[in-house]
């Protein structure tokens, strides 16, 4: 009996001293939020000093509680004042909200949500061949100065392309170029005329190309177009212009952007319609909800029970902090499922572009955080291409942070549009020449 009592209370010894090590991990946590949590500034708040006082309140507490004469007075003392114990406790929690919400920290859900505040716009449409505008809607909104400038710029097929695809026709000699892409592929922030696929047709005068990008999409939108029009447009050479954030884009599926008008500012807003948690879930979101919770950079709430605690500061504190441990535990396998979901489509696009005859480039497309310091994805991708044997133009060495306009826009001036427009020329100049993309590492920098 007294041996079963005394492995008891070591038991309990080694439980106490679990929890004061847990008790320093909080304090620590509290210490590091600002690395932990996103869309955190530097500098120790309110929440943190709360955290680190938690910590060093329990590991202090449970050291103390190691000593049996300490446990039996702690025990009495709480089954003689239970009730005072709960409310002290349910007090100091009220205190804690109030102070916080003094403070001004945001809820983690939004506390109002407008029954219907966003309606879809009809010059957008995706499908299974992926997104595009609806000409004849476009031109009309242009018609009634809603757009200008190279939005206006549209084809009868939906692309913003000066010129209407037209099937090739047996024997056509001119050399032909499919263009496939993003926002930078489609010219976005370059003047009309300027961007870099506008400098390759400029300096091809008597070829033909087709520029089917569209802003916001991925490689999955690049092989839906290149699907529905190579085989009528029988290109020799297709380009897909590889942005960073095609990983994102491609986890998704391909309708995955709705273009929307606010009703109340009657302003235009380009709208995800899923979300990926941090668990590489894919979430649809409802119309109307999209922008608030996108705002607050959160998933809309799984429970009643999660969107009641998400309402308290004290239970947002805590959601985020789960949601930054979240992200820490699973980011390489996100990544790893991103890359995978890539290489699939790159896989696909290059066997298309075989079967058809067409000989593809990928132009790699660093963002302007690469101008500073390549990122893992930016050196991920050239091995991607390599590893799928795929010919691809690394331009990062050509550019730099003068040829982006700053954040928010992040895109191409009109510099780093014919930079890379001199580059892809050049590129393009020696395959016709040569029949392969081999000499194209050897191209002098302009």
Known sequence: MQANTSRSLDVIKVAFALLAGLGLVIAGVGFGLDYLLPYTSPGFNLPQLLLVAAGLTLSLVSLAMRRSTVRRRVFQTIRQNMLRVLLVTLLTLVVLEFVLVALGMGTYYPTEIPTKWLETVPWWRCDKDGCRYIYDELVKACEDDVFSGRRCLVNRQGYQDSGDFVATEEGDERQRILTLGDSFTAGYSADVGKSY?????????????????????????????????????????????????????NVTPIDSYLEVRNLETNGLLLMRQYRVDVWGNVIKLDLQYDLYYRGLDVDPPAS?????????????????????????????????????????????LRDAAAEQGTALLVLLIPSIDDMEMVSER???????????????IDPIDILDLADYFPKPDEHWNNAGHQKIGALMSACLELYFASGNFADCEHIETP
């Open 197 to 249: 696929v506008e400098t390759i047709e400029a300096n091809f005068p008597d070829g033909v190309i087709w520029n089917t990008a569209i802003s916001g999409t991925g490689t999955n939108q690049a092989l839906a177009t290149f699907r529905k029009h190579a085989a009528s447009l029988q290109p020799q050479i297709t380009v897909l212009g590889f942005v960073m954030n095609d990983y994102d884009d």
């Open 304 to 348: 009643e029970l999660k969107h009641l605690v998400g309402l308290t500061r004290l239970g947002s504190l805590a959601l985020r902090f789960a949601d930054a441990l979240g992200a820490i535990i699973t980011e390489d396998a996100r990544f790893g499922r991103k890359v995978a979901i890539t290489r699939d489509f790159l896989s696909a």
């Open 378 to 392: 930016y050196r991920r991708s050239a091995r991607l291409m390599r590893e799928l044997r795929i010919p691809f």
